[in-house]
């Protein structure tokens, strides 16, 4: 199994690394109503699924950059949707990041459900999602509405009053991060480790370790 690494935090007795009798084996002791909440993005994945999809275009659509800009002025959100409708991304080719995939499978088969919640275009996260049997529920951008930093963070507000545990690796997941009951930082700068570790929440590190 891969190693977990625990960041200390003063909160960290809300960590569980083995289960006690008769307990699930999981990583935070938090109640299994709250959800994992992953990120996609750098989080569940190596790189950006915005990036991919674009660059999975440009071999066949190479003047793809000049529409991309009209797209772009409708706002992030309608640039990432366009792509997405057009895409050739090889899923067979994405590298996931193993230890959080190892993270929510542990969880899941615990009893906690695993929410993906992406910025990335609702199209390209549904695809993915549906690979992956341990998601339980996809949020993700719609093409009019970027579902990222606060945007995101209030709708996990509203759609888990009860709390819930978030997987994130950037500076814009603080937002986020700021309304969860556990935090979760991937391949995390040490400048966003400490300001997520700043919050005083159960908190957990993960490098964020590629499939070969």
Known sequence: MTELFLEPAPTDK???RRPDAGKPDVVFSLPLSMPLVLDLDGTLIK???LYKSFFSILPVHPLIAFSC???LLRGRAALKRQLALRHRIDWDRIAFHHDVVALARRENAAGRRVVLATAADAVLAGQLAALLPFIDQVFASD???NLKGSNKANLLRRS???G???AGD???DLAVWAHAAGIV???ASETVRNAAQGLRKPMLHLPGSPRI
Request: cysteine-free; hydrophobic content about 35%.
């Open 143 to 145: 093409g009019e509405h």
């Open 185 to 187: 930082t991937v391949n």
């Open 170 to 172: 950037s500076k814009s």
């Open 47 to 49: 790189g950006d699924l």
């Open 14 to 16: 809300h960590l569980q």
């Open 69 to 71: 800009a009209g797209w």
């Open 160 to 162: 888990f009053p009860g």
């Open 164 to 166: 819930f545990i978030y």
